[in-house]
């Protein structure tokens, strides 16, 4: 038998095996720990924030072979994006990056999502100058 | 790569004699059972000693009491549903463990939505059904009592002949389903005073498409699928024969080789959890321990801080095929129900691997797979939250609890704003 079959598609499988930037951040400038309620899976996303920008982030997660691969993913995606950009960040763009997810596992990007999300709500809770500059600004963007 | 298949319990390799049986019935001897010339009358021979070949290996007094299906599934379908619909004047009540096999527990559920009602009857947290549980739950009204003889998760061996016993006292007939334990283990039909068995050929090295449904002759049953008279006219449909003839041998071989079967495997799963307990901490067995109590063929292990689908996976990388309850390769996102009633806590339920063995691993594929998995656990642990948290001393372990610390089933309330399962 020469073939091998895998369970996702080799984008994923490579995600899951060799996992891009797993690990904490030491003086992280935010972390989101989030749980999904449809499995009891958990994944923690931890950024390095400057000037904006996300300068690094890292991952850890107790889940899945797509939970895995999303994050490592999400991670990669969002390196490199300004705060604003990253506060729009979707699912859907780990999933068209991992070029599709079983339906079943879509959740698991949607993990990925609130990790993140909850990574820069913390962030901005330990800068509360943050959102009087967003809410400033406000009138002027709409 | 050494390959190391553990998940027998899925399935198995066919016997080449079973193979070799089966070949000539696709070509050759392609009659139908129900013809009456010499292709028919030739296929009808060979049922005949398939049937002869079943019930010797669970000792039914007559071959008559064999019934071929199609599977393990329909089988239990055929069991539950043909006598709650041949007994429905008498009652509408059923009663089985919390641990059945999903074809016990959804033919029930489909009886439910019709006016049937059900006693589930817990297990202890090794899987052991309570059989003053089991009496108390009989009524007037109960029409069948269903028992598994060995768990499919988690093996534990079930104590079928002191529920014969009761159902006997009682007058309600028993079904035995011996999936995980025909071929592994010796089953006795009389001895369990059971009224119907069923189990799968495929399970012990006999071919997939056939299933066995023994019925004593005087459990009421009717069909539930209907057309010709084949089996008695209790299955309507065109028997297959060379599975049938396959499924044979393969019974014949299991009733002489059992014996061996079980010493090999059960030297084989001590070997396996020996080396697991020793080199890996934070594990548990879930079911009791190998002995008298567990079927030989069987490991289900939890591995604490680590979720399943990803150790199934770097398993299936590294050779070794098994299987898992965790709720991330469940369809339905839910842990196994087995584990929910032994009490398990999610947090091993979702650490969980099924392995299940089989006569062809040897002590070699067991020091394999503990080396391996050795690695895995390191692997993933080290990606894991939970891990890196029960380390800070922000969660407890549930396996050898610290005293300190949150329970990860909190940890992971708090963290998903909703309890686990
Ligand atoms: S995280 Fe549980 S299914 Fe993916």
Redesign the pocket.
Known sequence: MSDTYTLYNPTVMDHFMNPRNMGDLRDADGVGEVG?A????I?KISLKIRDGKIEDARFK?F?????IASSSMATELIKGRTIEEAMTFSNQEVVNALGGLPP??I??SV?AEEALKAALEDYVKRHPELAERAAAAEPVSA | MRQVYLDHQSATPLLPEAFEAMRPYFTEYYGNASSLHQHGLRVRDALKKARQQMAALIHAESEDEIFFTSDGTESANLAIKGVAYANERKGKHLVISATEHPSVVNSVEFLEKQGWTCTRVPVDREGRVDLKGLEAAITPQTVLVALHHVNHDIGTIQPVVEAGKICAKAGVPLYVDCEASAGWLPIDVREFGAALVSFSPHRFYGPKGVGVLYRNKRARIVSILHGGVQEGGRRAGTENIPAIVGAGVAAEVAARELPQWRAHTAVLQKRLWDGLSRDIPFIKLNGPIPGPDRVSTNINISTEFI?G?GQLLLCDLNGIAVASG???VSKS?KISHVLSAIGLDHALAQGNLILTLGKDNTEADMDYVVETFVRIVDKLRGMSPMWEEFERGVIDSVIAPRGFGKSFSEHAAAVSGKAAH
Do not use: I, W, Y
Request: proline letters at 0%; hydrophobic letters at 30%; one cysteine or more.
């Open positions: 999904a449809a499995c009891g899976d994944m997660t889940g899945c072979g797509s939970a079943v596992k959740h698991c993990l | 979720e689908e965790s709720s991330c996102l």
